[in-house]
């Protein structure tokens, strides 16, 4: 268990250099993921630039407080016991959207939405496919976000950031080394604050309708409705995995309050259970696919934080 004193004594540092920075204390992660789970984080700054996020990365650093960092929270499972250390979020902070002839260039905390909207109504193609994915640019690029045929790797030039320990980088997207919802930065854990796009010219409306086409088929496939982190499983070699969740039956299948949506074999939504549940219920698809199939279906959501602490009696 961390020192709740070195907490205060991050807080009191971070206050002093970055006085207008957002800070929380024990931030309840429910209010901040889209699966509305979690226990609370010790500590959640939101840097509104670049010089206060570099505040937040090095006096971590300086300090041995641990550091997680999530944008909108639309691809994380956070445990029951929450997150010890420092939660940096970027999200509606470091937002910028500016268009340039092909390029778009957006800071991380940029909605996805937001991006792709803009390069829409500036009759640029090649986000469309992103604007229905409730991320934000920098949670999308850390894992190579994706939907029907697209995947923002195609469309990046170059993605500048910051190191743990606050020192600056730039890689182009062939460093990035994206492929299937991976890049270089999951093994690297390193924070993303600005992406360049290189967009192709195209025709305004139907870019627009594209999306807008995007969107009801969205609506009409998926349980938008309920809490949930999208696609619980990644997509295994051979097919995919809401077909083989609903080949095994599994859809409705509930533990306490998390389910396999009767809507979506491929996303478990959250009827009001807690993380224990989410955990419990995805071991079970797991070895029921497995079982059925001989394929083990590997987790695309980010499962952070820790476990409840048993209630001794
Ligand atoms: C209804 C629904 C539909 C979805 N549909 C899709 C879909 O079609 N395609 C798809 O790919 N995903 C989809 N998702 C999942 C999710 O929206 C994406 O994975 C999204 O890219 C996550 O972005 P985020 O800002 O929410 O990141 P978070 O969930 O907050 O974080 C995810 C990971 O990214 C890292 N991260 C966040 N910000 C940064 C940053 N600035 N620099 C470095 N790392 C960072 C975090 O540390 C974490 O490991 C869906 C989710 C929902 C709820």
Same mark, same amino acid.
């Given at each position: 268990?961390?020192?709740?004193?070195?907490?205060?004594?991050?807080?009191?540092?971070?206050?002093?250099?970055? #006085?207008?920075?957002?800070?929380?204390?024990?931030?309840?992660?429910?209010?901040?993921?889209?699966?509305?789970?979690?226990?609370?984080?010790?500590?959640?700054?939101? #840097?509104?630039?670049?010089?206060?996020?570099?505040?937040?990365?090095?006096?971590?650093?300086?300090?041995?407080? #641990?550091?997680?960092?999530?944008?909108?929270?639309?691809?994380?499972?956070?445990?029951?016991?929450?997150?010890?250390?420092?939660?940096?979020?970027?999200?509606?902070?470091?937002?910028?959207?500016?268009?340039?002839?092909?390029?778009?260039?957006?800071?991380?905390?940029?909605?996805?939405?937001?991006?792709?909207?803009?390069?829409?109504?500036?009759?640029?193609?090649?986000?469309?496919?992103?604007?229905?994915?409730?991320?934000?640019?920098?949670?999308? *690029?850390?894992?190579?976000?994706?939907?029907?045929?697209?995947?923002?790797?195609?469309?990046?030039?170059?993605?500048?950031?910051?190191?743990?320990?606050?020192?600056?980088?730039?890689?182009?997207?062939?460093?990035?080394?994206?492929? =299937?919802?991976?890049?270089?930065?999951?093994?690297?854990?390193?924070?993303?604050?600005?992406?360049?796009?290189?967009?192709?010219?195209?025709?305004?409306?139907?870019?627009?309708?594209?999306?807008?086409?995007?969107?009801?088929?969205?609506?009409?496939?998926? #349980?938008?409705?309920?809490?949930?982190?999208?696609?619980?499983?990644?997509?295994?070699?051979?097919?995919?995995?809401?077909?083989?969740?609903?080949?095994?039956?599994?859809?409705?299948?509930?533990?306490?309050?998390?389910?396999?949506?009767?809507? =979506?074999?491929?996303?478990?939504?959250?009827?009001?259970?807690?993380?224990?549940?989410?955990?419990?219920?995805?071991?079970?698809?797991?070895?029921?696919?497995?079982?059925?199939?001989? *394929?083990?279906?590997?987790?695309?959501?980010?499962?952070?934080?820790?476990?409840?602490?048993?209630?001794?009696?």
């Amino acid at each position: 268990m961390l020192d709740l004193q070195d907490m205060s004594a991050l807080e009191r540092r971070l206050s002093q250099r970055a #006085p207008s920075m957002r800070l929380t204390r024990h931030a309840s992660m429910a209010d901040y993921t889209t699966l509305r789970l979690g226990g609370p984080a010790d500590l959640m700054a939101e #840097p509104a630039d670049e010089a206060q996020l570099r505040v937040a990365l090095e006096s971590a650093a300086d300090m041995g407080v #641990p550091v997680t960092l999530m944008g909108r929270g639309s691809n994380l499972l956070v445990l029951d016991g929450g997150i010890r250390g420092l939660v940096i979020r970027l999200c509606g902070v470091m937002n910028s959207v500016e268009v340039d002839g092909c390029i778009l260039r957006t800071g991380a905390g940029a909605l996805l939405s937001s991006a792709a909207l803009a390069a829409a109504e500036k009759g640029l193609a090649g986000l469309a496919f992103a604007g229905g994915i409730p991320g934000t640019v920098g949670g999308g *690029i850390y894992m190579n976000a994706g939907a029907y045929g697209g995947e923002l790797g195609q469309a990046t030039e170059r993605v500048e950031g910051l190191t743990m320990a606050g020192e600056p980088f730039a890689y182009t997207a062939e460093e990035m080394a994206f492929s =299937h919802r991976r890049t270089r930065l999951m093994e690297e854990n390193a924070v993303v604050t600005r992406v360049t796009f290189r967009l192709a010219e195209g025709d305004r409306e139907a870019i627009l309708a594209e999306m807008a086409d995007l969107k009801r088929r969205r609506a009409e496939k998926q #349980p938008l409705q309920q809490p949930s982190a999208g696609s619980t499983f990644k997509r295994p070699a051979n097919g995919y995995a809401s077909a083989l969740i609903d080949q095994c039956g599994l859809k409705g299948l509930r533990v306490g309050g998390a389910q396999v949506s009767e809507k =979506h074999a491929g996303f478990l939504v959250n009827l009001g259970g807690t993380a224990a549940d989410f955990l419990q219920l995805m071991a079970q698809v797991q070895r029921a696919v497995y079982d059925r199939t001989g *394929i083990w279906l590997e987790p695309e959501v980010r499962i952070v934080g820790e476990d409840a602490p048993a209630l001794g009696v």
